[in-house]
């Protein structure tokens, strides 16, 4: 019998054999105890031991799960499952309430792109959306462009990347991933006949159109690091892809896009701290690009065009960003004029021309504007905002000459609403609120923003949303704490109607809007990155007892969540205060901080070097081993955890989960219950298909809810 793990039978059962492994099919079987192979690195003057490493040698020469790996991940999702037993019914009562919210068979807002309006539909009882389009916003002559039911018929996994269609409508360009490793293929539709060409190219990230009609610009990864270094032009119609460029430059990555006026094509190459972009005019499709500034430590710029001049969004003397134009003949700095001039309480985040105005999205004081400039008087006001917990961003803008321009708004409250602004008039025309089934009422529900105090005495935003009648002043209430906080992501208060199967049970939900985001401005993001990383987990823990403290919920009572770099946030705040914190939910977690970041054939590594740091240098190793959770897991009481992982993650990959769960067994002195749960078939984002997606939703929920004893 291999010693892969072992378990132990406290009654007796149906013993079932997988492989070599011995599985009981019972609710009271004991978790899998992973096997121990010690492997001892030494990095500069430290020795690092991982008794798990072998978890991470998952797939042999032939891309198969080796077998002595599957056969732990089954077990562990057998024992998941199990142990979950008894929540079943629960599960299909939150899935059967979260399904009867969704209008199942439904169109999106159409927008305007050429001679035609696009739109998608979904279809009750079917996974996925239908691409189409039709003459105008009603729908007649109605054309399907891509039916991605059809598409995934056979497949575990399906998802679009790129979708574009070339300037006279007749081609569509767009990208597939049928694994959830994120590797999209690209392929191209005569829209014209319905046909596919035979035009094929793998491990695309990025593309657009030249207005020939006739050239793609793309953007490809690298095989092993997933990297995208390769910028290539391809002739439709043919096997010819000409690399134009080549990013040798570890840490960056490049991408491609194209101006709304769609009259140039910018190739950017950018790092966490530093971008570098080239221009070419998309008639000129065989041109050569340009550079417009050339790469500078610590410079961040992007570049649009509008009537003849760049327009720039840099960093240069402006901590929160600025915006200037520069001639396109030469757009050194000493040829820059201010357009949008620096803030110190206002960060500038995107730029975007219409015909006759910009539009510019920016964060002020925890909240997100979009301000709208008249490009012939200058003028500038913002787009009201109804409420003081929200979230708004631009929607689909395809059409350069217009003075409307389409943005989305939603709160914890109030479901996602699409809005039609005439620049001009200034007035906004509701198009489509999303529709919640079952009679919901915005009204039963409140949400407010309050500012919990760090231990440095910095104030953290947290939104938070109950359902009326909740007590939420003598520590009663369940709550669910979430947070991310890391790559200057910003965490907006967003509408889920799934949350309210949380919310009508009495369970607040809560946003710890901690550094790391950039919620309060660019220098929000520099506190919670590199050499001041461990500013976000103390925010984490300190927002939660200033929760506790101000008896929003007790620590008996507090759930927190995360997922990804947030997955790593739950590792690290569990380390620190597990006393704090009824249960933890760790969705994809980075939590082998160390051997991941000391591993540059891994996707994202070198990249990730001035985010985090590198480990190879003593300084970095010294900060990123002080909060590493796989490196940190030591013999103390630890609360209950559910850690979820997918097999094909190419971003966190599944082993990170798996040993933190595997280590923490072996150390914890508690009988509190941990599991791991592997999705064997998908990627980052767990499953693709809508249902399949609720489900999980279902069971994570019928999970949190759990341990406020709330179990119907």
């Not at 978790?31 to 030494?42: D, G, I, L, Q």
Request: hydrophobic residues 35%; glycine residues 6%; charged residues 25%.
């Amino acid at each position: 019998m291999t010693t892969l793990l072992r378990l132990s039978v406290f009654i007796a059962g149906i013993i079932i054999v997988v492989g070599n492994t011995i599985i009981v099919a019972q609710e009271n079987m004991t978790p899998p105890v992973a096997k121990k192979e010690t492997r001892v690195s030494k990095v500069l003057d430290t020795e690092l031991r991982d008794d798990y490493f072998w978890l991470r040698s998952g797939k042999d020469a032939n891309g198969k799960v080796r077998k002595e790996v599957e056969e732990y991940l089954v077990a562990e999702n057998k024992y998941t499952e199990a142990a979950m037993k008894p929540t079943d019914a629960f599960q299909k009562t939150l899935y059967d309430e979260m399904l009867g919210r969704i209008k199942q068979t439904d169109l999106s807002v159409p927008y305007r792109y050429g001679n035609y309006f696009y739109y998608s539909k979904t279809e009750e009882g079917k996974q996925y959306p239908v691409s189409l389009r039709a003459k105008d916003a009603k729908g007649t002559g109605e054309e399907i462009l891509l039916d991605q039911n059809e598409l995934a018929k056979g497949l575990a996994y399906f998802a679009v990347g790129d979708y574009a269609i070339s300037d006279d409508g007749n081609l569509l360009a767009f990208s597939t991933d049928t694994t959830g490793y994120r590797q999209y293929k690209l392929q191209i539709k005569d829209l014209r006949t319905g046909k596919l060409l035979p035009d094929a190219i793998e491990r695309v990230t990025s593309v657009v159109w030249a207005s020939d009609n006739k050239h793609l610009f793309v953007v490809t990864e690298d095989a092993v690091t997933k990297r995208s270094d390769k910028f290539w032009r391809h002739e439709v119609g043919t096997n010819e892809n000409k690399l134009l460029f080549e990013e040798k430059d570890v840490l960056f990555n490049i991408s491609v896009g194209r101006s709304r006026d769609k009259k140039m094509i910018f190739l950017s190459s950018v790092a966490k701290t530093m971008r570098e972009s080239y221009f070419l005019q998309s008639d000129n499709p065989l041109g050569q690009f340009k550079s417009i500034l050339s790469r500078e430590k610590d410079h961040e710029y992007s570049v649009d065009y509008y009537d003849g001049k760049f327009y720039i969004l840099t960093n240069k003397n402006a901590p929160n960003f600025r915006v200037v134009t520069a001639p396109v003949e030469d757009s050194r700095q000493a040829n820059w004029k201010d357009f949008v001039a620096a803030s110190p309480s206002v960060k500038y985040e995107d730029l975007n021309f219409f015909k006759n105005h910009a539009v510019v999205y920016e964060w002020e004081n925890g909240l997100e504007y979009l301000r709208v400039i008249d490009m012939k008087s200058n003028k500038v006001h913002r787009i009201a905002t109804p409420e003081s917990v929200y979230s708004l961003g631009l929607s689909t803008n395809k059409e350069f000459d217009t003075d409307t321009v389409r943005f989305s708004y939603t709160s914890l409250i109030t479901p996602n609403s699409t809005f039609d602004y005439n620049m001009k008039t200034k007035r906004s025309t509701l198009l489509k609120q999303q529709e919640v089934l079952g009679g919901y009422d915005k009204n039963q529900y409140e949400t407010k923003r309050v500012w919990a105090i760090a231990r440095d005495g910095v104030k953290v935003p947290v939104s938070l949303v109950w359902k009326k009648g909740t007590r939420i002043d003598d520590g009663s209430a369940p709550m669910l704490l979430y947070a991310y906080g890391s790559y200057g992501y910003s965490t907006t208060p967003n509408f889920n109607s799934n949350r309210l199967s949380l919310l009508n049970r009495g369970v607040v939900f809560a946003i710890a809007h901690i550094r790391g985001g950039s919620e309060m401005g660019e220098q929000w993001r520099l506190d919670g990155r590199m050499f001041k990383k461990l500013n976000t987990f103390n925010d984490f823990v300190d927002c939660a007892e200033w929760l506790v403290k101000n008896k929003f919920t007790s620590s008996d009572r507090l759930v927190i969540n995360g997922g990804s770099a947030g997955g790593l946030l739950m590792g690290v705040v569990v380390n620190m205060r597990p006393d704090l914190f009824k249960a933890v939910v760790a969705a994809v977690p980075f939590v082998d901080v160390m051997n991941t970041m000391l591993d540059e054939t891994l996707p994202l590594t070198t990249e990730e070097w001035i985010e985090w740091g590198n480990p190879n240098e003593k300084d970095a190793f010294d900060y990123m081993i002080k909060y590493s959770p796989y490196d940190n897991i030591k013999e103390q009481n630890y609360p209950n955890m559910l850690v979820l992982v997918s097999l094909n993650d190419s971003q966190v990959p599944y082993w990170e989960g798996a040993k933190f769960v595997a280590k923490l067994r072996a150390m914890k002195t508690d009988n509190n219950t941990i599991l791991l749960k592997t999705n064997m078939g998908a990627g980052h984002g767990g499953a693709s298909g809508r249902y399949d997606a609720l489900k999980e939703q279902a069971f994570n929920y019928a999970y949190i809810l759990s341990q406020f004893g709330i179990r119907q």
